[in-house]
């Protein structure tokens, strides 16, 4: 310990930047005891924060929800490309909404198997849709015990 702060929590002002002559590995400096303490006083080292288990477990959360997003994302894409293939253009405005999703339910085609297809994309965005607010409820749930 130096001081307060531990030589593990310790790593150059300049990232990338060998320390006089000293490599500098992984966060952690080759350097004599001595020379880290002087480095320390003068300004040269920054305190780093070290992830918890806690924290990396929030992150995997939240990286779980990204993926939930994009998956959502592409399926919506998906089901945009079927429709445009089969000529099927939203008369409105803005899609998602309402009276959009009310449009995709209405919708009906001449064959049975577009519309499987139809509704194999729509239960696929409502699968990712409710998988995005599982994990955003997961979230609100634990972020306030986290930290």
Known sequence: MIGQVSLATLRPALPGV???GY??????????VGTAGSLHRAGEL???YIPTA??????????????????????????????LRQERRYPGQAGWTKVYRRWLTDLS?????????L??????????????ERLTNQLRAHTPTWR
């Open 46 to 48: 920054t305190a780093i």
């Open 119 to 132: 509704q194999e994309y729509r239960d696929t965005i409502d699968e990712t849709e409710s998988r995005v």
């Open 23 to 32: 490599m500098v590995r992984a966060g952690l400096a080759e350097v004599p």
């Open 54 to 83: 806690d924290d990396e477990a929030m992150r995997d959360l939240v990286r779980a929800r990204e993926d939930a997003v994009g998956s959502s994302t592409q399926a919506k894409h998906r089901l945009k490309a079927f429709l």
């Open 109 to 117: 085609f001449p064959l049975e198997p577009q519309h499987i297809a």
């Open 18 to 20: 060998a320390l006089y």
